[in-house]
């Protein structure tokens, strides 16, 4: 960029050195011939006298002669109508006969009043008639320039050589200013993003306290590199959370397992041996329903701990192209036969041009039994849940089609604390529930590469949806909540 810069620079002060020179000189020549009219006219007026006087002493013209030659720093010359000299301000040109260039310039002054002419480079000759036209005498005045010319081109070579140390000079204080002011500046920006770029957040540039615009880049580079450090260090914080919590969830997971293999077995002895005991108690016992609710307990508690199990030792999702439709019809037949006292009417509204889909059919039917016996849970007496299934070809802009999946009911709904906390493991508003239900849930469709939601509405129902990709996910995400 610089050296085009300094180019057209060096060019353009060239162009306008040899121009204002070149109008110099055409301005010379013009004064030359001016000075040839402005001459001849002198000479005529301080000639004519003398030569129409034939008694004129031939000393007295020469005087004249000389004293015009000198004023005018010219040769003159008087001629006769043939063009010879008559007398010469030198004289050893007198009685010759002149050039034909001048005679011929003579004849035509002879005809009209002074011509002039340019002749050679350095010289300028005027003829001029003098005294009466009966006579024809003409003086001829020949102008040496050749001086003035000599003095002009020095002064040409001088204004060129200072015009060009000065360019040079001008060419290295540029360089000099743009070097200092531009290069090194990017030159150390370019070094500190490639140093950032490796890695190293704790770089900044040395001229951000500049007050010009490369000071105002230097100054958005460090807020830059600032900033990407404070989200690199959340990022990282947030890391050894996620690893800490990794690391808590491995470990509920051994207790879990060891829990449940030390729970599971004795207490399925204790509901048989309830079952046993209950069997032969009259059934106008009033321990009979004592020993029911023991019952009921037990299976709460195997449930608590295959949940926590569950959820503690997380399976990869196999995945198979399948039609969802169908897996959520096994879902929906369980929980609309489940006998609990209310009315609830499940309302299925499944696309059937829904493309079949890459999942893991147990999976995706355990997040839909979850939201359907959640749906239930909310429901009071009576009410309606609806399950609705459509394709989405372009859910915004670049993202890849989807299959959306919605389950929403007409139930007592949630507050918007409840919302925000409903996704973390062991919320729950309910007696017997361990609040790992949507926890699984969202884990479940993370690993799937797709995306849980809700929106509720106190009083008026709960509305989850859930968004599955129809291309198959290339590397499994698992999401530690
Ligand atoms: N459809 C819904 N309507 C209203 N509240 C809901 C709904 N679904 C979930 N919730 C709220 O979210 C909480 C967490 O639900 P989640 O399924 O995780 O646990 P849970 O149902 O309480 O217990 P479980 O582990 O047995 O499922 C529920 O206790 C309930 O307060
Ligand atoms: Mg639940």
Not at 193 to 221: C, H, K, M, P
Not at 428 to 454: E, F, P, Y
């Amino acid at each position: 960029m610089i050296v085009p810069l300094v180019g057209t620079l060096l060019v353009g002060i060239f162009l306008l050195t040899y121009d204002a020179l070149a109008v110099q000189r055409r301005e010379l020549e013009q004064n030359m011939l001016r000075e040839g009219e402005i001459y001849g006219l002198l000479a005529e007026h301080s000639l004519s006298g003398l030569v129409k006087n034939p008694t004129t002493p031939v000393e007295q013209l020469h005087e004249r002669l000389s004293l015009l030659s000198d004023t005018m720093r010219a040769k003159l010359t008087l001629l006769d109508a043939d063009g010879n000299v008559l007398h010469s301000s030198a004289m050893e040109d007198e009685g010759r006969s002149t050039s034909p260039e001048i005679r011929a310039l003579a004849r035509e002054a002879r005809e009209r009043s002074p011509a002039i002419r340019r002749s050679g480079r350095y010289q300028m000759v005027a003829v001029s008639p003098v005294g009466p036209a009966a006579l024809a005498r003409v003086l001829a005045i020949e102008l040496d320039e050749s001086e003035t010319l000599a003095m002009l081109d020095a002064t040409r070579r001088h204004i060129i050589t200072v015009a060009a140390t000065w360019m040079v000079l001008l060419t290295l204080v540029v360089l000099g200013v743009l070097r200092v002011l531009v290069h090194q500046p990017v030159l150390e920006l370019r070094h500190k993003i490639s140093r950032a770029r490796r890695g190293d957040w704790r770089v900044a540039v040395s001229f951000a306290d500049r007050r010009d615009e490369i000071g105002e880049l230097g100054t958005d580079f460090n807020d830059m590199v600032r900033q990407l450090r404070e989200n690199c260090q959340q990022c990282e914080h947030l890391h050894n959370i996620h690893l800490q919590q990794a690391a808590h969830l491995a470990s509920i997971g051994e207790l879990a397992a060891g829990l449940a293999h030390e729970i599971k077995n004795p207490l399925a002895g204790i509901a048989g041996a309830i079952d046993i005991i209950r069997d032969e108690l009259p059934a106008s016992d009033a321990n009979r329903a004592i020993l029911g609710e023991v019952q009921n307990e037990c299976k709460r508690i195997k449930k608590t701990i295959s949940d926590l199990l569950n959820y503690a030792t997380p399976q990869p999702p196999r995945l198979q192209t399948a039609s969802l439709n169908q897996t959520l019809e096994h879902a929906v037949q369980m929980v609309e036969h489940q006998s609990d006292g209310k009315v609830v009417r499940v309302v299925r509204d499944l696309d059937p041009a829904l493309p079949a889909l890459p999942h893991d059919p147990d999976q995706i039917e355990q997040v839909v039994r979850n939201l359907l016996i959640n749906a239930r849970d909310a429901i009071s007496g009576s009410g309606e849940i609806r399950v609705s299934t459509r394709f989405v070809p372009s859910p915004a802009a670049n993202r890849a089609p989807v299959v959306e999946l919605v389950v929403s009911d007409s139930g007592a709904g949630m507050t918007p604390e409840q919302v925000a906390r409903i996704f973390r493991p062991f919320f729950t508003t309910k007696q017997s529930g361990s609040g790992l239900g949507l926890a699984v849930c969202k884990r479940i469709v993370d690993q799937h590469g797709g995306a849980i939601s809700v929106e509720s509405e106190m009083a008026r129902g709960s509305h989850f949806v859930i968004r599955l990709p129809v291309v198959p996910v290339a590397e499994k995400v698992f999401t530690l909540v």
